[in-house]
């Protein structure tokens, strides 16, 4: 079967809602050992429970990646139960939206330690664990750190950071056999999109969504789904041959609109 996870055990942070919440599914459901990291500890045992009553194997875990602490005590509780850390999904984020003039210390702080700070505590962590053994490591940018978007900045800043240290990961252990990519969607209807509708433009939630959507050539936002369609390939043998690479899923976004 292509894209055979069987015998891999899988860490996905952000696991308990949308993207995150998408690749640990799928992945569940071609074989992998899932363990979920979410701050939402109901959000994360919610995904677990789906995945154990359709035959999958998968735990939850409540985690703050912003956290070095309590990242690292995580991660070793699963090297310990499983025997091995071999993929890990960094999809923990939070967003922002603000010029510089508007985005405080506080908005910007925040911004840095859940997207920038908590990528860096997981890929670490894992490292430790794949060195002499190999696996594959993948980080969740956005198509906001290859393009302008508007009202972005701090958001902007973190998933640039998310990318350049994808290459540098790639680069440094690539002869320990530890893959490193990253994912830089556009817009992908997820319960925040949602959320972000109904706080700013109340009663105006379709027509926001779909003017939202016709800034994305392909005329939709993506599912989280076929962004985790790519996800799976990415964490798979069938892509062994790729590392250090971003890859714009983004229904023509950046090249089509520039």
């Known amino acids: 079967m292509l894209f055979d996870l069987t015998g891999k055990t899988a860490v996905i942070t952000g696991g308990g809602s949308g993207i995150g919440r998408s690749i640990a599914l799928l992945f569940g459901q071609h074989d992998a050992h899932v363990n979920i990291l979410d701050v939402s500890k109901e959000e994360a045992e919610e995904v677990a429970l789906e995945l154990q009553h359709s035959g999958g194997r998968a735990v939850s875990h409540q985690c703050n990646v912003a956290d070095w602490e309590e990242v690292l005590a995580t991660f070793e509780e699963i090297a310990t139960s499983t025997g091995a850390i071999d993929i890990l999904v960094n999809s923990a984020g939070v967003a922002h939206v603000g010029k510089i003039e508007n985005t405080t210390d506080e908005d910007f702080d925040r911004i840095f330690a859940v997207n920038v700070k908590g990528t860096y505590h997981c890929m670490r962590a894992a490292v430790q664990k794949m ?4 696996g594959v490591i993948l980080n969740l940018a956005s198509i906001a750190a290859s393009v ?4 972005r900045f701090a958001y902007s800043m973190s998933k640039g950071a998310v990318v350049t240290m994808t290459y540098s990961v790639a680069r440094d252990y690539v002869d320990q056999n530890i ?5 830089s969607p556009a817009r992908v209807h997820t319960p925040f999109v949602d959320g972000f509708l109904q706080k ?13 959507s016709k800034t994305q050539p392909i005329g939709r936002m993506a599912n989280p789904e076929e962004i985790a369609n790519l996800a799976l390939y990415l964490c798979s043998n069938e892509a ?7 890859y714009l899923i983004d229904g023509g976004f950046v ?3 520039t």
């Open 131 to 134: 060195k002499g053994k190999g």
């Open 148 to 151: 302008g978007l508007p009202d």
């Open 179 to 183: 893959r490193c990519n990253c994912i």
């Open 200 to 212: 700013n433009y109340p009663g105006q939630e379709k027509e926001m969504f779909e003017k939202l």
């Open 240 to 246: 062994s041959f790729v590392t250090g690479s971003n």
């Open 255 to 257: 090249t089509l609109n």
